[in-house]
């Protein structure tokens, strides 16, 4: 059996990665969380039920709890951190802490043990955004895009700075304890159970009172199904190609956050008239990855279309659904 760790099991991408490694029952998953964010419900349950799966409840900041998880790990997904908007402007700091500490933490554990086949770290696109905001870097962005923060003192960038550390910790941690690594750069995922923090479940929220709200409305993203973000993380943790690289997860599909707004209540089958704001201080105006990488070295094809996504999504938020 292949023993599997994964680090913010009980929150959004580190769930469906879980959930789809579990299925296999040749791996033995162990899903670790301290619920900062993620939620034991009973999705999570159901998870952690089955034979296959162990779960810990630690918190990745103390490294005295980190000593004490499993040694014989042959693969770790880490995908713990404190992720969400509204969170990198009302508790940056606990921001930073968590999004630092775990990694180093974890790569000086198992890093002198020498069973890690692979370390799979999240890195995301906010550790560019400025980048592309300033200097007018291309959109679709690749990996080899230049990191950097535009203000460090807007408490917004204390999540991109943060998970740029994480990417340079990989890089340097991996290469000195000599571990094959890859950093997934994930661009907007989203699907159930992913807070409420981020703009698809804030609208939706919103939505449940009749409000129509959206802010930023004429930035673009794209969004990724959860689903097609964990296989492709997990393809890319089994790929030879993708050891030791930077590889970006995301959709090349380019839209405003108002066409999105439009398309959620498509989706949803909601009616009404949105009030749309402007975006919030250091937002950033654009963004969309390249993953002419991620084809080539997985075989990446998503699965899930937007519209196919937002209906599974806005399920789970509007009527209380339990499934994910
Ligand atoms: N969701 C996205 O679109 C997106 C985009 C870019 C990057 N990422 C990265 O992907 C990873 C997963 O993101 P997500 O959206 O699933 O986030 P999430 O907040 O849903 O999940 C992270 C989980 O980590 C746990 N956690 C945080 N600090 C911890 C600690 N000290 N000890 C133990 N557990 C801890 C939280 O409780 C939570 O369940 C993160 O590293 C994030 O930075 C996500």
Not at 18 to 36: E, T, W, Y
Not at 115 to 127: F, H, N, P, V
Not at 170 to 186: E, L, M, Q, S, Y
Request: with cysteine; net charge negative; aromatic share 10%.
């Amino acid at each position: 059996m292949s023993k599997i760790l994964v680090t913010g099991a009980a929150g959004f991408l580190g769930f469906f990665i879980a959930r789809q490694l579990a299925s296999d029952p040749n791996n033995l998953v162990v899903c670790v969380d301290n619920f900062i964010r993620g939620e034991n419900d009973s999705l999570y349950q159901e998870l952690t039920s089955r034979e296959n799966v162990q779960a810990i409840t630690a918190d990745l900041n103390d490294s005295a709890a980190v000593a004490l998880l499993p040694d014989d790990i042959e693969i770790i997904f880490h995908m713990a951190a404190l992720n969400g908007t509204q969170n990198f402007y009302e508790r940056p700091f606990e921001v930073v802490r968590c999004c630092t500490l775990p990694t180093m933490h974890l790569i000086e554990k198992y890093g002198p043990l020498n069973t890690l086949k692979r370390w799979i770290y999240a890195g995301t696109s906010e550790a560019y955004a400025s980048t592309v905001t300033r200097f007018g870097w291309e959109v679709p962005t690749a990996e080899n895009v230049p990191l950097g923060i535009d203000d460090i003192f807007n408490s917004r960038w204390s999540y991109g700075a943060s998970k740029m550390h994480g990417e340079i910790a990989t890089v340097n941690g991996c290469r000195h304890f000599d571990i094959p690594f890859t950093v997934v750069r994930f661009h907007n995922a989203y699907g159930p159970r992913m807070g409420d923090k981020h703009v698809i479940p804030d609208f939706l929220v919103r939505a449940r009172s009749g409000v129509f709200e959206l802010f930023g409305h004429e930035d673009t993203r794209s969004f990724i199904y959860a689903e097609d973000a964990a296989k492709a993380t997990i393809a890319l943790g089994y790929a030879d190609g993708a050891k030791d690289q930077v590889v970006n997860v995301g959709s090349e599909d380019e839209m405003t956050i108002r066409d999105l707004g439009y398309a959620i209540m498509k989706a949803a089958n909601l009616e009404g008239e949105i009030v749309l704001h402007p975006s919030p201080k250091g937002s950033v105006k654009r963004r969309a990855p390249n993953i002419s990488l991620l084809r080539q070295i997985a075989g990446y094809e998503p699965e899930w279309t937007l519209e196919e996504g937002l209906k599974k999504t806005a399920a789970y938020y509007l009527q209380d659904s339990e499934e994910a």
